[in-house]
């Protein structure tokens, strides 16, 4: 089986749809923004059949959230990764030199072309077919529906409200690293009921949300 005709488990029977999607506008005329249109919506569709398929009693706006976090930029190209796409996408000389092989945009833009090629090589079956292997763990990842588009600390907040219980309190621990690899530990107190909980992440953000979520996994694991 040869690189060259092959990817993420298709070998292509036209493996000029499979240079098509991995070229980049800045590379070539002949590009993969067409495939990347057509790949977008393919997207769509097969990751909202199985998210259908999985929660047979979610509401249309959870299963669109849901939907939203799976097929947004950074997840695709996240699966790109995982295709070790980034290696083989035809870049012009700028972007190569900018690093635009790592770019999330870049990497996800690349992913829905080789969707939209897969179709155009083999029919929706055989597209979904290998499409949907590759979203198996980030849809068993997902939270319950009615978690979907609340973060930890917007729902550790409604939890106390809802029980009449003071507000967290959020602290900055530490920061290390150099600038481009910065370690942030903040820390999510609780007055009532008496509980601290720690998270460490790349932004102070992220960190507050990991705290959050390990207060309410102490206090409410359902919430």
């Keep these: 089986m040869s690189a060259a005709i092959a990817c993420g488990g298709h070998v292509f029977r036209d493996p000029a749809l499979l240079e098509r999607a991995l070229t980049h506008r800045s590379a070539a005329a002949v590009h993969n923004e067409r495939l990347e249109f057509l790949g977008d919506a393919l997207v769509g569709a097969i990751v909202a059949e199985a998210l259908y398929a999985r929660w047979p009693k979610a509401a249309e706006g959870e ?56 179709y155009l090589d083999a029919g929706f079956d055989t597209c979904r077919a290998v499409v949907l292997p590759w979203f198996a763990a980030a849809i068993e990842a997902l ?43 903040t820390e999510c107190a609780l007055s009532d009921p008496p509980l601290r909980r720690e998270g460490e992440a790349g932004s102070r953000r992220a960190a507050e949300q990991l705290a959050a979520e390990a207060v309410l996994q102490a206090v409410a694991p359902d919430a």
């Design 63 to 118: 299963l669109t959230r849901a939907r939203a976090e799976l097929v947004r930029e950074s997840s695709l190209a996240a699966l790109a990764r995982g295709l070790e796409l980034g290696t083989r996408i035809l870049l012009g000389p700028g972007e190569m030199k900018s690093g635009g092989h790592r770019r999330d945009s870049i990497l996800a833009d690349a992913f829905e072309a080789v969707v939209g090629a897969i």
């Design 143 to 185: 939270p319950p529906p009615h978690k979907l588009g609340k973060d930890a600390k917007t729902r550790l907040q409604e939890w106390l409200q809802a029980r009449q219980l003071p507000l967290p309190a959020y602290t900055l621990l530490s920061e290390s690293g150099e600038d481009h690899a910065k370690l942030f530990r």
